[in-house]
């Protein structure tokens, strides 16, 4: 598939409106690797042809199909280890003083590992408190994949401690092995668009939204945190990725060490 330099500035203008995703310069091989079957399924021979459909009013279910492919979905089981251990080390036995009910939303949450890391740790903790986890993500595909809550022995491989495969999987095949089904219902998945602000979720204890800012524009990046900050309750906490940092806009977070990272907390 050839891109012309006027027809890939034009996808990539599509592509940040509908998902906030910031396409770099002379990464027309990215657009040609993701899409090429997606073109060839939809009979479509070039680009253009593509954007004109996607543009047109019949094209909506190829849009989302497009922002799909799209999308970066890399994630593992307890990703970078800190947040979940301060999570259950700190923030939870800080809630529990003064609440019996804690919120708490994975905001891109991929093919689910993420929202299921905290509910084990929640599992090994919290037995005398409610708690409710809100897992959103862009596309529908992941969040598919997230309800079934069924992963192959290579994802489990990429951080899945033993001790918590067996207790909280069940094992399918010679293959596949299952969230159980305790697990799987603490667990509300929805599609959301982090750029459709205000969220309406209310307010929550605890946000993670890691690992997908870096994707976006800094005026996005912008709007996305302030949306972020709205829907935590004084006092709650805001996990961002390894390499992510708040906005200059974004006054009203303090930092917290959390070694070896951070986390930030919202003043009030």
Do not use: H
Not at 133 to 141: N, P
Not at 182 to 197: E, I
């Amino acid at each position: 598939m050839e891109i012309s330099l006027t027809d890939y500035e034009r996808f990539k203008a599509i592509l940040e409106k509908q998902s906030g995703i910031l396409l770099g310069d002379n990464k027309q091989y990215l657009v040609v690797s993701r899409l090429n079957g997606l073109l060839q399924e939809s009979n479509l021979t070039s680009l253009s042809e593509l954007i004109n459909k996607i543009a047109s009013p019949s094209g909506s279910v190829l849009l989302k199909q497009v922002v799909d492919k799209m999308t970066t979905n890399e994630t593992l089981w307890f990703r970078d280890r800190y947040p979940f251990d301060y999570l259950k080390n700190t923030i939870i036995p800080e809630l529990r003083r003064t609440t019996n009910r804690i919120r708490i939303w994975c905001a891109a949450c991929s093919t689910g590992q993420e929202p299921y890391s905290i509910t084990m740790q929640l599992e090994e903790i919290s037995a005398l408190i409610q708690t409710e986890i809100v897992a959103t993500d862009l596309s529908e595909r992941v969040l598919d994949k997230a309800r079934q809550g069924i992963y192959q022995k290579i994802e489990l491989n990429r951080g899945m401690p033993a001790d918590k495969l067996r207790r909280y999987f069940q094992d399918l095949n010679e293959t596949d092995w299952q969230v159980n089904e305790r697990l799987r219902s603490k667990v509300r998945f929805q599609p959301l668009n982090l750029l459709s602000t205000p969220y309406g979720f209310g307010k929550f204890d605890v946000i993670f939204c890691r690992n997908v800012l870096i994707y976006f524009s800094n005026e996005n990046k912008t709007k996305v945190i302030n949306g972020l900050i709205d829907s935590l309750k004084p006092g709650g906490y805001l996990f961002l990725g390894a390499s992510e940092s708040l906005t200059r806009d974004s006054q009203t977070l303090k930092m917290v060490r959390c070694n070896p990272g951070l986390v930030y907390q919202k003043e009030g």
